[in-house]
Every structure is written in C-alpha cells, then in structure tokens.
Nanobody, 124 residues
Framework: QVQLVESGGGLVQAGGSLRLSCAAS????????MGWFRQAPGQEREFAAA????????YYSDSVKGRFIISRDNAKNTVYLQMNSLKPEDTAVYYC?????????????????WGQGTQVTVSS
C-alpha cells in the first residue's frame, strides 16, 4: 500500500513557475514508477509526465514537453514536477500516481495508487 500526498499548487501568473511535490509513504517508493496527471474543469484527466523507478527515463505529453520537468528523490520518497512558462491552459487539478507494473506510463489505468490532487491556477 502506498499513500501519496501532493503539495505546491497555487495561483500563478502566466509565464510563471511552480514546483509540485508528491510525498509517498512506505519504504518501497523506489520500486514504483511515478506519473503526474491533470484534470481541467469539464475535461477528462490527462497524462502530463512520468518517470521510471530510478529517474533515468522520463516521459512527457506534447502539451508540457519543454516546459515541465519531472524528477524524483528516492531517499526522500518524493517526486517533483517543475512547471515553467505556465499558461492559462495549464490550469487544472494535478494528481500524482504510482505504478509497479510494466504497462504504459501514459495510461491512467496502469497506475495502482493516486493522490488527492493539488489545484494549479494560471491567470492571464
């Protein structure tokens, strides 16, 4: 069992930056791949970024590639999402998720555990 708690969301102006954190409970964090998903108002939840267990491989959606950076610190049981050059369309609730299987990093159904989410609002 893994519990995930996101933090770092808030209100920021367009062009600004935020760093989200996701802290995991337990001592098996390094065995999980981690992902960030987001859900904008009235829209379905979508993939944003993911990272493998060691941090050596990362994946991004086209909409965030080049602006967001996912990273992890296994010693701190934490995964991060550095969000730069934020746009109003990045406004969403951001969720972190953990998976221990070999299924696609980009699919929600691949993930076993989810956090409660943190709100990010980008004003124009």
């Amino acid at each position: 069992q893994v519990q995930l708690v996101e933090s770092g969301g808030g209100l920021v102006q367009a062009g600004g930056s935020l760093r989200l954190s996701c802290a995991a409970s337990g001592n098996t964090f390094s065995s999980y791949a981690m992902g960030w998903f987001r859900q904008a108002p009235g829209q379905e939840r979508e993939f944003a970024a993911a990272i493998n267990w060691s941090g050596s491989i990362t994946y991004y959606s086209d909409s965030v590639k080049g602006r967001f950076i996912i990273s992890r610190d296994n010693a701190k049981n934490t995964v991060y999402l550095q969000m730069n050059s934020l746009k109003p369309e990045d406004t969403a609730v951001y969720y972190c998720a953990a998976k221990s299987n070999g299924r696609s990093y980009r699919l929600q159904g691949s993930y076993d555990y989810w956090g409660q989410g943190t709100q990010v609002t980008v004003s124009s």
